[in-house]
């Protein structure tokens, strides 16, 4: 490579760096409404007493929780399910595997 190969590839380079810095910053321009939300946090922080307000005149009822927290159970005991693979080994050692794995990720053991 002679020298003028190499400068018009060094431009060619910085070209892309300007180009690659200008896109970075409008994306963090675009992100910071999502990612630091001042504005939300001033408004709860001067709204605080209305907010919990509304939360304790329309609690959410014991049988929806009840509801929300087993299908979140078994959403995540289906996650262990796919991720443990099954297929090698006889079915008790299946049932033994998925038993520890369930009581790790719920925590009724401390392993």
């Known amino acids: 490579m002679n020298v003028d190969e190499l400068i018009n590839k060094l431009k060619i380079t910085e070209e892309k760096n300007v180009k690659l810095e200008q896109e970075l910053q409008a994306t963090k321009e675009h992100l910071k409404k999502y990612t630091a ?6 408004y709860y922080e001067s709204n605080k007493e209305y907010i919990l307000e509304k939360m304790k005149a329309k609690p959410t009822p014991p049988e929806k929780r009840k509801e929300y ?43």
């Open 37 to 42: 939300p001042a504005s939300r946090k001033v």
């Open 69 to 111: 927290n087993r299908e979140s159970y078994l959403r995540k005991k289906e996650k262990v399910r796919q991720s443990v693979d099954f297929t090698e080994g006889n079915s008790s050692s299946h049932r033994k595997l998925e038993w520890v794995c369930l009581i790790f990720l719920f925590g009724r053991c401390n392993l």
